[in-house]
């Protein structure tokens, strides 16, 4: 059974230019939610969807930032005119079943650099 | 609101015990532990719920005390490959999880 998968793992962008990130949840499991990391800090909760709706996006910037899980395709995390703060590890995990009682399986991140 | 972690960091030397906290300031539906090694994914250790009831793996031990608020992981007879970042995450309503900073855990032979 196929994890998380995200990509690219890696992605470098100039300041003013969109970046995309994408993750596709382990087979089976409709809810994702997508963290930010900045070096040497915990991982901060950004937005919870389920296919074809946003849940919670309490903590996604206001502008800029903006994500989406289609019916079909991969959850994608899309940050327009991009600076150089947004560079940190974005993870997306995926979860069976909404809530609580659920474990979060994590993909292996992409590292989006700003320059 | 993110729950705080203690210890930030500690040293072991392989063998030995350790305990990490995890406190929470309003009421939690569950916490959930998580280890980050450096460069890679968190990887999923427990989840401990309101009333008792604990999903893990049969290692880790960890407790939940919902009076308050509190969650405590017990890291026996450490081994090397125990060393890694320990989050808590823990969920005030049923959407979404907030983690603590983090405790850096060094094992050393």
């Known amino acids: 059974n196929a994890g998380v998968m995200q990509n690219p793992r890696h992605l470098v962008r100039r300041r003013g230019q969109e970046a995309r990130l994408r993750c596709s949840p382990m087979k089976g499991h409709s809810h994702v939610y997508w963290y930010r990391q900045l070096p040497e800090e915990g991982l901060k909760f950004m937005v919870y969807?389920?296919?074809?709706?946003?849940?919670?996006e309490s903590g996604m910037p206001k502008e800029r930032f903006s994500a989406e899980f289609p019916k079909e395709g991969p959850s994608i995390l899309r940050i327009q005119q991009v600076v150089r703060g947004d560079s940190a590890a974005y993870f997306c995990?995926?979860?069976?079943?909404?809530?609580?009682?659920?474990?979060?399986?994590f993909g292996p991140g992409t590292r989006l650099t700003v320059t | 609101q993110q729950p705080v972690q203690s210890p930030q960091a500690v040293i072991l030397r392989e063998g030995e015990d350790a305990v990490i906290n995890c406190s929470s300031s309003?009421?939690?539906?569950?916490v959930h532990w998580y280890r980050q090694k450096h460069g890679e994914a968190p990887v999923f250790l427990m989840i401990?719920?309101?009333?008792?009831e604990q999903k893990g793996h049969e290692k880790i031990s960890a407790s939940f005390n919902e009076k308050k608020q509190q969650s405590s992981l017990y890291l026996t007879a450490s081994q090397l490959s125990y060393s890694g970042t320990y989050f808590c995450g823990t969920f005030y309503n049923n959407n979404d999880m907030r983690f603590g900073a983090g405790t850096r855990l060094t094992v050393k032979p």
């Open positions: 401990l719920l309101k009333g008792g």
């Open positions: 309003k009421a939690l539906y569950s």
């Open positions: 995990a995926s979860s069976p079943e909404r809530g609580a009682s659920y474990e979060q399986y």
């Open positions: 969807l389920q296919k074809e709706n946003i849940i919670d």
